[in-house]
Protein backbone atom coordinates (compact mmCIF):
# COMPACT_ATOMS: atom_id res chain seq x y z
CA UNK A 1 0.00 0.00 0.00
CA UNK A 2 0.97 3.61 -0.49
CA UNK A 3 1.47 6.44 1.88
CA UNK A 4 -1.88 7.75 0.80
CA UNK A 5 -3.89 4.36 0.85
CA UNK A 6 -2.21 3.62 4.34
CA UNK A 7 -3.94 7.04 5.38
CA UNK A 8 -7.24 5.87 3.64
CA UNK A 9 -7.33 2.71 5.87
CA UNK A 10 -6.40 4.32 8.95
CA UNK A 11 -8.80 7.09 8.04
CA UNK A 12 -11.75 4.75 7.26
CA UNK A 13 -11.00 2.76 10.70
CA UNK A 14 -11.23 5.46 12.94
CA UNK A 15 -14.53 6.34 10.64
CA UNK A 16 -15.73 2.72 11.56
CA UNK A 17 -15.99 3.53 15.10
CA UNK A 18 -17.70 6.88 14.70
CA UNK A 19 -20.92 5.56 15.84
CA UNK A 20 -20.21 2.89 18.45
CA UNK A 21 -20.01 3.62 22.20
CA UNK A 22 -16.05 3.43 22.06
CA UNK A 23 -15.25 6.81 20.08
CA UNK A 24 -13.20 8.50 19.85
CA UNK A 25 -11.27 4.83 18.98
CA UNK A 26 -8.18 3.89 21.01
CA UNK A 27 -4.98 2.89 19.47
CA UNK A 28 -5.25 -0.56 20.52
CA UNK A 29 -8.92 -0.60 19.06
CA UNK A 30 -7.72 0.74 15.99
CA UNK A 31 -4.46 -1.57 15.70
CA UNK A 32 -6.73 -4.24 16.76
CA UNK A 33 -9.24 -3.55 13.54
CA UNK A 34 -6.60 -3.77 11.41
CA UNK A 35 -4.93 -6.34 12.13
CA UNK A 36 -8.25 -8.66 11.51
CA UNK A 37 -8.95 -6.49 8.45
CA UNK A 38 -5.36 -7.81 7.47
CA UNK A 39 -6.35 -11.40 8.65
CA UNK A 40 -9.20 -11.55 6.67
CA UNK A 41 -8.40 -9.45 3.71
CA UNK A 42 -8.80 -12.65 1.15
CA UNK A 43 -12.51 -13.17 2.61
CA UNK A 44 -13.29 -9.66 1.43
CA UNK A 45 -10.58 -9.68 -1.71
CA UNK A 46 -8.66 -6.30 0.00
CA UNK A 47 -5.58 -5.21 0.12
CA UNK A 48 -3.95 -6.18 3.43
CA UNK A 49 -2.28 -2.90 4.88
CA UNK A 50 0.61 -5.29 6.60
CA UNK A 51 1.48 -9.13 5.07
CA UNK A 52 3.65 -10.24 7.86
CA UNK A 53 3.92 -8.78 11.72
CA UNK A 54 5.82 -9.38 14.68
CA UNK A 55 4.01 -11.53 17.52
CA UNK A 56 4.49 -9.80 20.75
CA UNK A 57 2.30 -10.98 22.85
CA UNK A 58 0.13 -8.13 22.80
CA UNK A 59 -1.77 -6.10 19.88
CA UNK A 60 -0.34 -6.42 17.04
CA UNK A 61 1.31 -2.92 15.97
CA UNK A 62 1.84 -1.84 12.76
CA UNK A 63 4.09 1.18 11.92
CA UNK A 64 2.76 1.99 8.68
CA UNK A 65 -0.72 2.53 10.72
CA UNK A 66 0.90 4.52 13.01
CA UNK A 67 2.33 6.54 10.55
CA UNK A 68 -0.72 6.94 8.47
CA UNK A 69 -2.44 8.13 12.00
CA UNK A 70 0.22 10.66 12.59
CA UNK A 71 -0.02 11.93 8.99
CA UNK A 72 -3.67 12.64 9.39
CA UNK A 73 -3.02 14.63 12.88
CA UNK A 74 -0.43 16.60 11.03
CA UNK A 75 -2.87 17.54 7.92
CA UNK A 76 -5.54 18.15 10.99
CA UNK A 77 -7.86 15.43 9.56
CA UNK A 78 -7.92 13.62 12.96
CA UNK A 79 -7.93 14.84 16.30
CA UNK A 80 -6.06 13.19 19.31
CA UNK A 81 -6.79 13.01 23.02
CA UNK A 82 -5.82 11.49 26.38
CA UNK A 83 -1.52 10.60 24.70
CA UNK A 84 -0.05 8.82 27.57
CA UNK A 85 2.70 5.84 27.31
CA UNK A 86 2.64 2.46 28.70
CA UNK A 87 5.71 0.41 29.75
CA UNK A 88 5.17 -3.38 27.82
CA UNK A 89 8.17 -5.10 28.93
CA UNK A 90 11.53 -2.86 27.59
CA UNK A 91 9.28 -0.40 24.60
CA UNK A 92 7.06 2.24 25.89
CA UNK A 93 3.52 1.69 24.05
CA UNK A 94 1.65 4.98 23.34
CA UNK A 95 -1.60 5.23 24.27
CA UNK A 96 -4.22 8.00 23.07
CA UNK A 97 -8.01 8.19 21.73
CA UNK A 98 -8.47 9.18 17.95
CA UNK A 99 -11.61 10.57 16.08
CA UNK A 100 -12.48 12.54 12.87
CA UNK A 101 -12.14 16.32 12.16
CA UNK A 102 -15.45 16.23 10.49
CA UNK A 103 -15.22 19.51 8.81
CA UNK A 104 -11.84 18.32 7.12
CA UNK A 105 -12.88 14.70 6.42
CA UNK A 106 -16.34 15.43 4.85
CA UNK A 107 -15.02 16.11 1.59
CA UNK A 108 -12.35 12.72 1.68
CA UNK A 109 -15.08 10.31 2.75
CA UNK A 110 -17.88 11.58 0.21
CA UNK A 111 -15.14 11.17 -2.47
CA UNK A 112 -14.12 7.92 -0.64
CA UNK A 113 -18.13 6.45 -0.39
CA UNK A 114 -18.16 6.93 -4.28
CA UNK A 115 -15.21 4.73 -4.85
CA UNK A 116 -16.66 0.72 -5.26
CA UNK A 117 -12.81 -0.38 -3.96
CA UNK A 118 -12.77 1.88 -1.12
CA UNK A 119 -16.37 1.22 0.12
CA UNK A 120 -15.91 -3.06 -0.05
CA UNK A 121 -12.77 -2.13 2.41
CA UNK A 122 -14.82 0.23 4.49
CA UNK A 123 -17.22 -2.13 4.70
CA UNK A 124 -15.02 -4.73 5.91
CA UNK A 125 -13.58 -2.10 8.34
CA UNK A 126 -17.25 -1.51 9.54
CA UNK A 127 -18.45 -4.83 10.31
CA UNK A 128 -15.10 -5.70 11.81
CA UNK A 129 -15.20 -3.17 14.05
CA UNK A 130 -18.51 -3.59 14.96
CA UNK A 131 -17.91 -7.71 15.66
CA UNK A 132 -15.15 -6.25 18.26
CA UNK A 133 -17.35 -3.38 20.12
CA UNK A 134 -19.63 -6.48 20.58
CA UNK A 135 -16.86 -7.63 23.23
CA UNK A 136 -16.89 -4.47 25.01
CA UNK A 137 -14.11 -2.14 25.80
CA UNK A 138 -11.50 -4.14 28.10
CA UNK A 139 -11.75 -7.74 26.37
CA UNK A 140 -11.76 -5.87 22.28
CA UNK A 141 -8.17 -5.20 22.38
CA UNK A 142 -7.54 -9.41 22.96
CA UNK A 143 -9.70 -10.06 19.88
CA UNK A 144 -6.58 -9.94 17.89
CA UNK A 145 -4.43 -11.53 20.21
CA UNK A 146 -7.13 -14.89 20.30
CA UNK A 147 -7.18 -15.32 16.46
CA UNK A 148 -6.27 -18.43 14.96
CA UNK A 149 -2.74 -17.55 13.26
CA UNK A 150 -1.71 -14.86 15.70
CA UNK A 151 -2.27 -17.59 18.67
CA UNK A 152 -1.05 -20.60 17.01
CA UNK A 153 1.29 -22.00 19.57
CA UNK A 154 3.50 -23.61 16.77
CA UNK A 155 4.52 -19.92 16.65
CA UNK A 156 6.62 -18.23 19.31
CA UNK A 157 6.30 -14.94 20.81
CA UNK A 158 8.74 -12.25 18.90
CA UNK A 159 9.01 -14.02 15.49
CA UNK A 160 7.11 -13.10 12.55
CA UNK A 161 3.78 -14.29 11.39
CA UNK A 162 3.38 -14.39 7.57
CA UNK A 163 -0.21 -13.42 6.64
CA UNK A 164 0.16 -13.49 3.00
CA UNK A 165 1.77 -17.08 2.21
CA UNK A 166 3.30 -17.87 -1.03
CA UNK A 167 1.04 -19.71 -3.82
CA UNK A 168 1.47 -23.54 -2.69
CA UNK A 169 2.72 -22.84 0.87
CA UNK A 170 -0.27 -23.77 3.23
CA UNK A 171 -2.79 -20.83 4.07
CA UNK A 172 -2.88 -19.23 7.05
CA UNK A 173 -4.75 -20.63 10.86
CA UNK A 174 -7.36 -17.57 10.07
CA UNK A 175 -7.78 -18.56 6.24
CA UNK A 176 -8.27 -22.66 7.70
CA UNK A 177 -10.58 -22.03 10.15
CA UNK A 178 -12.50 -19.89 7.59
CA UNK A 179 -12.38 -22.52 4.95
CA UNK A 180 -13.64 -25.02 7.69
CA UNK A 181 -16.68 -22.43 8.31
CA UNK A 182 -17.73 -22.15 4.63
CA UNK A 183 -17.27 -25.84 4.29
CA UNK A 184 -19.75 -26.35 7.04
CA UNK A 185 -22.24 -23.26 6.56
CA UNK A 186 -22.11 -25.56 2.61
CA UNK A 187 -23.43 -28.11 4.63
CA UNK A 188 -25.92 -27.77 6.85
CA UNK A 189 -27.13 -24.48 5.08
CA UNK A 190 -26.45 -25.25 1.43
CA UNK A 191 -25.44 -22.33 0.34
CA UNK A 192 -22.10 -20.09 0.32
CA UNK A 193 -21.75 -17.37 3.06
CA UNK A 194 -20.85 -13.94 2.38
CA UNK A 195 -17.83 -11.71 3.24
CA UNK A 196 -20.01 -10.34 5.79
CA UNK A 197 -21.07 -13.56 7.02
CA UNK A 198 -18.38 -15.02 7.28
CA UNK A 199 -16.40 -12.50 9.03
CA UNK A 200 -19.39 -12.40 11.38
CA UNK A 201 -18.98 -16.30 12.83
CA UNK A 202 -15.11 -16.01 12.45
CA UNK A 203 -15.08 -12.88 15.02
CA UNK A 204 -17.79 -14.61 16.99
CA UNK A 205 -16.00 -17.94 17.43
CA UNK A 206 -13.46 -15.31 18.77
CA UNK A 207 -15.88 -13.94 21.66
CA UNK A 208 -15.48 -16.19 24.39
CA UNK A 209 -11.70 -17.15 23.75
CA UNK A 210 -11.30 -13.25 25.03
CA UNK A 211 -12.72 -14.47 28.12
CA UNK A 212 -10.61 -17.34 28.69
CA UNK A 213 -13.71 -19.75 29.07
CA UNK A 214 -13.13 -22.39 26.10
CA UNK B 1 -2.74 -21.48 24.54
CA UNK B 2 -1.23 -25.01 24.47
CA UNK B 3 -1.56 -26.93 20.95
CA UNK B 4 -4.40 -29.20 22.63
CA UNK B 5 -6.88 -26.48 24.07
CA UNK B 6 -5.67 -24.69 19.88
CA UNK B 7 -6.85 -27.95 18.33
CA UNK B 8 -9.79 -27.92 20.50
CA UNK B 9 -10.89 -24.34 19.56
CA UNK B 10 -10.81 -24.80 16.59
CA UNK B 11 -12.21 -27.89 15.94
CA UNK B 12 -14.88 -28.79 13.30
CA UNK B 13 -16.74 -29.38 16.28
CA UNK B 14 -16.05 -26.32 17.80
CA UNK B 15 -16.44 -24.22 14.83
CA UNK B 16 -19.66 -26.22 14.30
CA UNK B 17 -21.46 -25.04 17.68
CA UNK B 18 -20.74 -21.50 16.45
CA UNK B 19 -22.63 -21.55 13.33
CA UNK B 20 -25.51 -23.13 15.19
CA UNK B 21 -25.70 -20.44 17.74
CA UNK B 22 -24.30 -17.64 15.22
CA UNK B 23 -25.63 -18.08 11.48
CA UNK B 24 -27.44 -15.42 9.91
CA UNK B 25 -25.36 -12.77 11.73
CA UNK B 26 -23.97 -10.23 8.94
CA UNK B 27 -26.50 -11.43 6.43
CA UNK B 28 -27.82 -8.06 6.58
CA UNK B 29 -24.83 -6.34 5.97
CA UNK B 30 -26.05 -4.00 2.86
CA UNK B 31 -29.34 -3.21 4.52
CA UNK B 32 -29.90 0.68 6.63
CA UNK B 33 -28.55 0.55 9.35
CA UNK B 34 -32.21 1.22 10.95
CA UNK B 35 -33.35 -1.82 9.68
CA UNK B 36 -30.58 -3.81 10.60
CA UNK B 37 -31.04 -2.84 14.03
CA UNK B 38 -34.97 -3.71 14.29
CA UNK B 39 -33.88 -7.23 13.24
CA UNK B 40 -31.57 -7.58 15.73
CA UNK B 41 -33.74 -6.16 18.62
CA UNK B 42 -36.31 -9.17 17.46
CA UNK B 43 -33.58 -11.64 17.16
CA UNK B 44 -32.86 -11.26 20.83
CA UNK B 45 -36.08 -10.84 22.20
CA UNK B 46 -36.57 -14.15 20.64
CA UNK B 47 -33.48 -15.51 21.99
CA UNK B 48 -34.83 -14.20 25.92
CA UNK B 49 -38.16 -15.09 25.41
CA UNK B 50 -38.39 -17.99 23.51
CA UNK B 51 -35.06 -19.54 24.17
CA UNK B 52 -33.98 -18.52 27.31
CA UNK B 53 -37.56 -18.26 28.83
CA UNK B 54 -37.61 -15.29 30.16
CA UNK B 55 -40.71 -13.95 32.11
CA UNK B 56 -42.87 -11.16 30.50
CA UNK B 57 -42.00 -8.05 30.81
CA UNK B 58 -44.19 -5.52 33.00
CA UNK B 59 -43.33 -2.57 30.67
CA UNK B 60 -42.78 -2.25 27.28
CA UNK B 61 -39.23 -3.06 26.68
CA UNK B 62 -37.91 -0.12 24.50
CA UNK B 63 -34.52 0.24 22.19
CA UNK B 64 -32.98 3.44 21.24
CA UNK B 65 -30.36 3.13 18.23
CA UNK B 66 -27.96 5.33 20.17
CA UNK B 67 -24.66 3.39 21.09
CA UNK B 68 -23.22 6.46 22.93
CA UNK B 69 -26.33 6.31 25.79
CA UNK B 70 -26.40 8.88 27.83
CA UNK B 71 -24.29 11.83 28.86
CA UNK B 72 -26.05 12.87 31.65
CA UNK B 73 -28.81 9.41 32.86
CA UNK B 74 -31.26 10.83 34.70
CA UNK B 75 -30.33 10.48 38.46
CA UNK B 76 -33.43 8.50 39.61
CA UNK B 77 -32.58 5.76 37.58
CA UNK B 78 -29.85 2.73 37.77
CA UNK B 79 -27.89 2.15 34.82
CA UNK B 80 -26.39 -1.27 33.84
CA UNK B 81 -23.28 -0.07 32.82
CA UNK B 82 -21.86 -1.13 29.22
CA UNK B 83 -23.04 -5.14 28.88
CA UNK B 84 -20.80 -6.66 26.17
CA UNK B 85 -22.46 -9.23 23.43
CA UNK B 86 -25.45 -8.67 24.29
CA UNK B 87 -26.96 -10.55 21.37
CA UNK B 88 -25.50 -13.72 23.15
CA UNK B 89 -29.00 -13.20 25.12
CA UNK B 90 -27.26 -14.15 27.79
CA UNK B 91 -28.99 -10.96 30.07
CA UNK B 92 -32.51 -10.29 31.36
CA UNK B 93 -34.23 -7.52 29.14
CA UNK B 94 -36.89 -7.06 30.34
CA UNK B 95 -38.55 -3.56 32.34
CA UNK B 96 -35.70 -1.62 30.92
CA UNK B 97 -34.84 0.94 28.05
CA UNK B 98 -31.89 -0.10 26.17
CA UNK B 99 -29.07 1.91 24.11
CA UNK B 100 -27.46 -0.33 21.89
CA UNK B 101 -25.96 -0.08 18.23
CA UNK B 102 -27.14 -1.44 15.13
CA UNK B 103 -25.99 -4.79 15.08
CA UNK B 104 -27.24 -4.82 19.13
CA UNK B 105 -24.41 -6.88 19.77
CA UNK B 106 -23.43 -3.84 22.65
CA UNK B 107 -25.76 -2.13 24.46
CA UNK B 108 -26.52 0.05 28.13
CA UNK B 109 -29.66 0.14 30.00
CA UNK B 110 -31.42 2.14 32.64
CA UNK B 111 -33.83 0.32 35.26
CA UNK B 112 -37.64 0.97 34.38
CA UNK B 113 -39.48 1.19 38.40
CA UNK B 114 -42.96 -0.22 38.92
CA UNK B 115 -44.53 3.29 38.76
CA UNK B 116 -43.27 3.70 35.24
CA UNK B 117 -46.15 2.90 32.79
CA UNK B 118 -45.86 3.28 29.15
CA UNK B 119 -47.33 7.05 29.03
CA UNK B 120 -44.56 7.59 31.61
CA UNK B 121 -41.48 5.70 29.36
CA UNK B 122 -42.95 7.60 25.76
CA UNK B 123 -43.08 10.94 27.81
CA UNK B 124 -39.62 10.17 29.43
CA UNK B 125 -37.82 9.24 26.29
CA UNK B 126 -39.49 12.31 24.06
CA UNK B 127 -39.50 15.32 26.60
CA UNK B 128 -37.07 14.66 28.76
CA UNK B 129 -34.27 13.01 27.46
CA UNK B 130 -35.20 14.67 23.84
CA UNK B 131 -34.38 10.92 22.44
CA UNK B 132 -37.81 11.16 20.19
CA UNK B 133 -35.94 10.99 17.04
CA UNK B 134 -33.66 8.50 17.41
CA UNK B 135 -35.12 5.00 15.88
CA UNK B 136 -36.55 3.21 17.83
CA UNK B 137 -37.89 -0.24 18.94
CA UNK B 138 -40.74 -1.58 21.46
CA UNK B 139 -40.94 -5.33 22.23
CA UNK B 140 -44.66 -6.22 23.75
CA UNK B 141 -44.44 -8.84 25.76
CA UNK B 142 -47.42 -8.53 28.11
CA UNK B 143 -51.28 -10.21 27.83
CA UNK B 144 -49.72 -12.86 25.69
CA UNK B 145 -48.72 -11.21 23.06
CA UNK B 146 -45.14 -11.10 21.73
CA UNK B 147 -44.23 -8.29 19.00
CA UNK B 148 -42.13 -5.82 17.97
CA UNK B 149 -43.12 -2.16 17.23
CA UNK B 150 -40.58 -0.35 14.92
CA UNK B 151 -40.51 3.89 14.85
CA UNK B 152 -37.74 4.40 12.33
CA UNK B 153 -38.15 7.94 12.52
CA UNK B 154 -38.06 7.64 16.63
CA UNK B 155 -40.84 7.53 18.93
CA UNK B 156 -42.11 11.32 18.52
CA UNK B 157 -43.54 10.17 15.52
CA UNK B 158 -45.71 7.35 15.73
CA UNK B 159 -47.30 7.16 12.49
CA UNK B 160 -44.03 5.61 11.23
CA UNK B 161 -44.82 2.85 13.46
CA UNK B 162 -44.87 -0.98 11.99
CA UNK B 163 -45.57 -3.60 13.62
CA UNK B 164 -43.78 -7.53 13.17
CA UNK B 165 -45.71 -10.51 15.41
CA UNK B 166 -43.02 -12.57 16.79
CA UNK B 167 -44.43 -15.52 17.35
CA UNK B 168 -45.35 -15.73 13.22
CA UNK B 169 -43.68 -19.31 12.76
CA UNK B 170 -44.80 -19.35 9.00
CA UNK B 171 -45.07 -16.81 5.93
CA UNK B 172 -47.85 -17.92 3.29
CA UNK B 173 -48.15 -16.64 0.11
CA UNK B 174 -51.23 -14.53 0.79
CA UNK B 175 -48.63 -12.82 3.50
CA UNK B 176 -45.91 -12.18 0.28
CA UNK B 177 -48.47 -11.02 -2.19
CA UNK B 178 -49.32 -8.30 0.42
CA UNK B 179 -45.95 -7.49 1.38
CA UNK B 180 -45.02 -7.04 -2.49
CA UNK B 181 -48.33 -4.89 -2.70
CA UNK B 182 -47.10 -2.64 -0.55
CA UNK B 183 -43.63 -2.44 -1.33
CA UNK B 184 -45.11 -1.98 -5.67
CA UNK B 185 -47.32 0.86 -3.66
CA UNK B 186 -44.15 2.74 -2.06
CA UNK B 187 -41.27 2.31 -3.94
CA UNK B 188 -41.75 0.99 -7.07
CA UNK B 189 -45.34 1.98 -9.12
CA UNK B 190 -44.27 5.24 -10.78
CA UNK B 191 -40.93 7.25 -11.19
CA UNK B 192 -41.45 9.69 -8.21
CA UNK B 193 -42.32 6.63 -5.51
CA UNK B 194 -38.95 4.83 -6.90
CA UNK B 195 -37.03 8.17 -6.61
CA UNK B 196 -33.62 8.93 -8.21
CA UNK B 197 -31.01 7.10 -7.25
CA UNK B 198 -32.20 3.20 -7.46
CA UNK B 199 -34.85 3.69 -10.25
CA UNK B 200 -35.29 1.10 -13.22
CA UNK B 201 -35.76 3.95 -15.21
CA UNK B 202 -33.48 5.93 -17.50
CA UNK B 203 -36.06 8.18 -19.33
CA UNK B 204 -39.57 7.06 -18.31
CA UNK B 205 -40.30 9.68 -21.08
CA UNK B 206 -39.23 7.63 -23.83
CA UNK B 207 -39.87 4.08 -21.67
CA UNK B 208 -36.18 3.55 -21.48
CA UNK B 209 -35.45 1.09 -18.43
CA UNK B 210 -32.11 0.97 -17.02
CA UNK B 211 -29.27 -1.88 -17.67
CA UNK B 212 -30.53 -4.39 -15.68
CA UNK B 213 -33.45 -3.32 -13.99
CA UNK B 214 -34.11 -6.27 -12.76
CA UNK B 215 -31.08 -5.90 -10.12
CA UNK B 216 -33.36 -2.34 -9.33
CA UNK B 217 -36.38 -4.21 -8.61
CA UNK B 218 -34.26 -7.25 -6.72
CA UNK B 219 -32.68 -4.79 -4.30
CA UNK B 220 -36.15 -3.05 -3.35
CA UNK B 221 -38.15 -5.68 -2.97
CA UNK B 222 -35.34 -7.29 -0.61
CA UNK B 223 -35.28 -3.71 1.85
CA UNK B 224 -39.24 -3.53 1.65
CA UNK B 225 -39.52 -7.50 2.56
CA UNK B 226 -36.83 -7.70 4.86
CA UNK B 227 -38.22 -4.42 7.01
CA UNK B 228 -42.30 -6.27 6.61
CA UNK B 229 -40.77 -9.78 7.68
CA UNK B 230 -38.78 -8.92 10.67
CA UNK B 231 -37.88 -12.19 12.37
CA UNK B 232 -37.18 -13.64 8.84
CA UNK B 233 -34.25 -13.97 6.83
CA UNK B 234 -34.40 -12.58 3.01
CA UNK B 235 -31.65 -14.32 0.74
CA UNK B 236 -30.86 -12.97 -2.60
CA UNK B 237 -29.59 -14.47 -5.64
CA UNK B 238 -27.46 -17.86 -4.46
CA UNK B 239 -25.17 -19.67 -6.78
CA UNK B 240 -26.65 -22.88 -7.77
CA UNK B 241 -26.14 -25.75 -10.27
CA UNK B 242 -29.42 -24.69 -12.25
CA UNK B 243 -28.68 -20.79 -11.78
CA UNK B 244 -29.53 -18.33 -9.64
CA UNK B 245 -32.82 -17.51 -7.66
CA UNK B 246 -33.39 -13.69 -7.08
CA UNK B 247 -34.99 -13.93 -3.52
CA UNK B 248 -35.86 -16.42 -0.91
CA UNK B 249 -37.52 -16.24 2.26
CA UNK B 250 -36.12 -18.13 5.10
CA UNK B 251 -36.32 -18.49 8.96
CA UNK B 252 -33.53 -19.95 11.08
CA UNK B 253 -34.34 -21.99 14.06
CA UNK B 254 -34.01 -20.88 17.42
CA UNK B 255 -32.08 -23.58 18.69
CA UNK B 256 -30.00 -24.21 15.69
CA UNK B 257 -30.03 -21.21 13.08
CA UNK B 258 -27.83 -23.28 10.61
CA UNK B 259 -31.32 -24.91 10.69
CA UNK B 260 -33.55 -23.34 7.96
CA UNK B 261 -36.98 -23.57 7.04
CA UNK B 262 -37.57 -22.00 3.45
CA UNK B 263 -40.87 -20.51 2.95
CA UNK B 264 -41.27 -18.65 -0.22
CA UNK B 265 -39.14 -18.77 -3.26
CA UNK B 266 -39.66 -15.67 -5.55
CA UNK B 267 -38.80 -15.27 -9.44
CA UNK B 268 -38.57 -11.97 -10.83
CA UNK B 269 -38.90 -10.80 -14.10
CA UNK B 270 -39.19 -7.08 -15.80
CA UNK B 271 -41.21 -7.42 -18.84
CA UNK B 272 -39.94 -4.28 -21.46
CA UNK B 273 -41.27 -2.50 -24.72
CA UNK B 274 -37.82 -1.04 -24.68
CA UNK B 275 -34.04 -2.08 -23.89
CA UNK B 276 -31.60 0.34 -21.97
CA UNK B 277 -30.09 0.61 -25.57
CA UNK B 278 -33.34 2.12 -27.16
CA UNK B 279 -34.00 -0.87 -29.19
CA UNK B 280 -37.19 -2.30 -29.46
CA UNK B 281 -37.68 -5.37 -27.04
CA UNK B 282 -40.37 -8.14 -29.58
CA UNK B 283 -42.98 -9.29 -27.66
CA UNK B 284 -42.14 -12.89 -28.38
CA UNK B 285 -38.94 -12.15 -25.67
CA UNK B 286 -41.27 -11.00 -22.86
CA UNK B 287 -43.60 -14.02 -23.26
CA UNK B 288 -40.22 -16.22 -23.46
CA UNK B 289 -39.19 -14.44 -20.17
CA UNK B 290 -42.59 -15.60 -18.05
CA UNK B 291 -42.44 -19.18 -19.92
CA UNK B 292 -38.65 -18.91 -18.37
CA UNK B 293 -39.89 -17.56 -15.58
CA UNK B 294 -42.65 -19.69 -14.50
CA UNK B 295 -39.53 -22.73 -15.61
CA UNK B 296 -37.30 -21.31 -12.67
CA UNK B 297 -39.35 -20.89 -9.82
CA UNK B 298 -40.38 -24.74 -9.96
CA UNK B 299 -37.29 -25.85 -10.37
CA UNK B 300 -35.54 -23.79 -7.76
CA UNK B 301 -37.88 -24.54 -5.60
CA UNK B 302 -37.93 -27.90 -5.70
CA UNK B 303 -33.73 -27.88 -5.55
CA UNK B 304 -33.99 -25.51 -2.33
CA UNK B 305 -37.03 -27.71 -0.82
CA UNK B 306 -38.92 -24.59 -0.43
CA UNK B 307 -42.34 -24.53 0.89
CA UNK B 308 -43.85 -22.37 -2.79
CA UNK B 309 -42.68 -20.48 -5.45
CA UNK B 310 -43.77 -17.74 -7.18
CA UNK B 311 -43.05 -15.66 -10.48
CA UNK B 312 -43.69 -11.95 -10.07
CA UNK B 313 -43.52 -10.11 -12.80
CA UNK B 314 -42.48 -5.90 -13.08
CA UNK B 315 -44.49 -4.65 -16.26
CA UNK B 316 -42.39 -1.70 -17.72
CA UNK B 317 -44.26 -1.80 -21.04
CA UNK B 318 -46.66 1.18 -21.90
CA UNK B 319 -49.75 -1.04 -22.23
CA UNK B 320 -51.29 -2.10 -18.91
CA UNK B 321 -51.71 -5.94 -19.34
CA UNK B 322 -51.79 -7.45 -16.04
CA UNK B 323 -52.93 -10.78 -15.69
CA UNK B 324 -53.82 -11.35 -19.18
CA UNK B 325 -50.10 -11.49 -19.82
CA UNK B 326 -49.89 -14.86 -18.04
CA UNK B 327 -52.65 -16.25 -20.58
CA UNK B 328 -50.20 -18.68 -22.15
CA UNK B 329 -48.46 -19.44 -19.18
CA UNK B 330 -51.70 -20.24 -16.69
CA UNK B 331 -51.93 -23.90 -17.25
CA UNK B 332 -48.49 -24.63 -16.78
CA UNK B 333 -48.02 -22.62 -14.10
CA UNK B 334 -51.11 -23.99 -11.85
CA UNK B 335 -49.65 -27.53 -12.85
CA UNK B 336 -46.29 -26.67 -11.30
CA UNK B 337 -47.90 -24.76 -8.54
CA UNK B 338 -46.38 -21.40 -9.56
CA UNK B 339 -48.43 -18.24 -8.26
CA UNK B 340 -48.28 -15.61 -11.17
CA UNK B 341 -48.35 -12.09 -9.75
CA UNK B 342 -47.68 -8.81 -11.94
CA UNK B 343 -47.47 -5.50 -11.00
CA UNK B 344 -47.06 -2.47 -13.72
CA UNK B 345 -44.48 -0.36 -13.65
CA UNK B 346 -45.82 3.59 -15.11
CA UNK B 347 -44.07 5.69 -16.63
CA UNK B 348 -45.45 8.71 -14.77
CA UNK B 349 -47.72 9.38 -11.84
CA UNK B 350 -50.13 10.97 -14.80
CA UNK B 351 -50.70 7.19 -16.36
CA UNK B 352 -50.94 5.48 -12.98
CA UNK B 353 -53.52 8.14 -11.88
CA UNK B 354 -55.42 7.89 -14.97
CA UNK B 355 -55.15 3.77 -14.79
CA UNK B 356 -56.67 3.62 -11.31
CA UNK B 357 -59.06 6.77 -11.58
CA UNK B 358 -59.28 7.63 -15.26
CA UNK B 359 -58.25 10.63 -16.97
CA UNK B 360 -58.71 14.08 -14.73
CA UNK B 361 -61.12 16.64 -16.96
CA UNK B 362 -60.52 20.14 -17.07
CA UNK B 363 -63.29 22.92 -16.72
CA UNK B 364 -64.15 22.70 -20.28
CA UNK B 365 -64.37 18.99 -20.40
CA UNK B 366 -61.03 18.70 -21.93
CA UNK B 367 -59.19 15.85 -20.71
CA UNK B 368 -56.07 16.64 -19.23
CA UNK B 369 -52.83 14.90 -21.21
CA UNK B 370 -50.26 16.85 -19.61
Not at chain 1, 126 to 137: F, H, K, P
Not at chain 2, 163 to 188: E, F, G, H, P, W
Request: proline share 5%; net charge negative; hydrophobic share 40%.
Amino acid sequence: MTALADQTRALLIIRSFARSAVYPASAAAIHTVSYLADALASVWGIRPLEDAVLKTGWVPHSAKLHSAIDALIGRGMVDVANVQYVERGARLDLQADYSLNDVLCGRVLAVLDSDPEWHVEFQALREISTCVVGMGRDRMPRAALVDASYSDPLLDTNTVLDLEPDAGEAPTRTKQANNEISRLAAERVGRALSPAELTNLYIRHLFPLTEGSR
Amino acid sequence: MTAETFARVWSRESLEDTLKDNFGAGQDVDMPEDLRFVRGVARLAMKRFKVKNESASDAPIVFILHPQGLDDPPPDRTSSGRIPMLDEGRYEISNRIWFVNHTVNEGIALELGPDDDDVEIFRMLRDDLQLGGFPAAVIETRDGSFNARFYPRGLADSTSCQVADLNQQSISLVDVQSALDDIYQATLCTPDAQGHVVTTWEDADSLLPVGEPELTVQALLRVGLVGRFIGFDIWAEQPDPSGRFDLLIVQSDLFDRSTVTRHVLLELKVLKDKASTGGTVRPSVNRKAIRKGVKQAAVYRDQHSVRSAALCCYDMRATVHGDAAFEEVGAKAAKKSVELWIWHLFASAEAFRNHHYGPIADEEGVEDSE
